[in-house]
Structures are given as C-alpha cells and as structure tokens.
C-alpha cells in the first residue's frame, strides 16, 4: 500500500504542476459537507451526520428517494440533458440514503447472503456515502433496477466516458476493489465538483487515494487553473 501511495505521489508532482505544498490541513473540501468528503468503512460517519439541505433533482426517477445536496442535484440535471442530446435516457433510482435505511438494506442483505459477501456489495450502516447527499445510483428509462449489466448499455457507457465533464465520478471499478472494498458498480455516481472530476478522472484512482494524495501531501490553489462550475 505505501508503495502504491509512493508511486501515485510521483504521478501526482508530473501531472499537478499547480499543487503546491502547504502545512495547514484545514480543508473544507475534505471537512463534511466537502465536496471530498471521505465515507467508508474505515471512515463511518454518525446517525446525525447527514445534510439538511437535501433536493430532488428534477429528472427522470427524481423523487424522495433520489434526493441529493443542492449542488450534485443540480450537476445531475445537467448531465440527464446532456445524455438526453445525444439520445441516451438516463433515471435517477435511489440517492441520499438515511443511517436507518442503510441499517434496514444491510439486515436484509445478510439474510440472504453470508456476512463476506454482504460487505462486499452492501455499505453497513455509517460507511455509505448515499448518507451525505452527494451520491446516486443511475438506471435507464428501460431498467431501473441495478446491475453491473449497466456498464455494457449505451447509457452507462456515456456515463463512464462523460460524467467527470459534470462533476461526477464513477466511485466503485472493479479494478479498485482492494481499495475501495467494493465490487463493479458502474451505477454509483459520487459527485466531488467539476475540477476534482476531472483530476480524478484523468488520474484514473479511487477518491481514497485522491483523498490520501490532497490531505497528506498538498492543497491544490483553488483560486489558480479553475474553471467555474
Ligand atoms: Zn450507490
């Protein structure tokens, strides 16, 4: 892991010529209620840790169930347009997720599946990031219900190759699965902001590893080389 670390710090001086180093930690982007907030399951967050100022984004499947922060609801609309000019109908099927529903998905998932598999496709309670507001699950018009059988539509593909454009990345790759502790979910969405999207996204890493890279490391100067959303 320290070697993996080492070796994404190199690729981090190369590729960020506008990271600079700083010795304050204090950053909001990575406090709650950042945009990088980290939740996991090494980093679980509380029952009252959740936002207050949760949407529905007016999009296909929007509803109480898809509600996110006020900023990812607003990329996400965005991005169902985009995806609607080039043909492609995207829904929205389940967003910010309470600690007591999380605490109901994972007894149900354990009554059917041993404890081992349960973790791996299921968030225990606290270690889902659908608490903060910031993530949604995605279907089609055509199928809601999630599988990793969304990747290989034309809908999930757009998603792949488009959604850093709006902020969003696609948090769970299998190729990440010993980081992240998460099988292949091509649905997951997690929005980080346009500009941490893109980082991400051409970086190729897991948010964990964004996250490790920007706390012990660096502060990326916000008011240089960023775009406004
Ligand atoms: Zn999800």
Request: contains cysteine; negative net charge; glycine residues 8%.
């Amino acid at each position: 892991m320290h070697r993996i670390f080492c070796f994404f710090m190199a690729l981090a001086f190369v590729f960020l010529p506008f990271a600079a180093f700083s010795e304050e930690a204090a950053d909001p982007e990575l406090a709650f209620g950042g945009n990088l907030f980290l939740v996991n399951r090494e980093h679980p967050i509380g029952k009252d840790d959740y936002p207050r100022d949760l949407v529905e984004p007016k999009v296909l499947g929007g509803g109480e169930a898809t509600r996110m922060r006020p900023e990812a609801a607003a990329a996400l609309e965005e991005m169902f347009a985009a995806a609607k000019e080039a043909g492609l109908y995207l829904a929205a099927v389940s967003g910010y997720r309470s600690y007591g529903q999380q605490t109901a998905i994972f007894a149900r998932k354990l009554e059917k599946v041993d404890r081992q598999t349960a973790m791996r496709t299921v968030a225990p309670q606290g270690c889902s990031e659908h608490q903060i507001g910031l993530a949604m699950d995605l279907g089609t018009k055509k199928e809601t219900r999630l599988s990793t059988a969304f990747g290989q539509t034309p809908e999930g593909q757009w998603v792949a190759a488009n959604a850093w454009r709006f902020g969003f990345i696609v948090r769970y790759q299998g190729k990440w699965e010993a980081v992240t502790g998460y099988a292949d979910e091509p649905w997951h969405i997690r929005y980080v902001g346009r500009d941490h999207a893109k980082r991400i996204y051409e970086m190729d890493i897991p948010l964990e590893e964004y996250v490790a890279l920007r706390s012990e490391s660096y502060e990326v100067t916000m008011d240089e080389g960023e775009s406004a959303p």
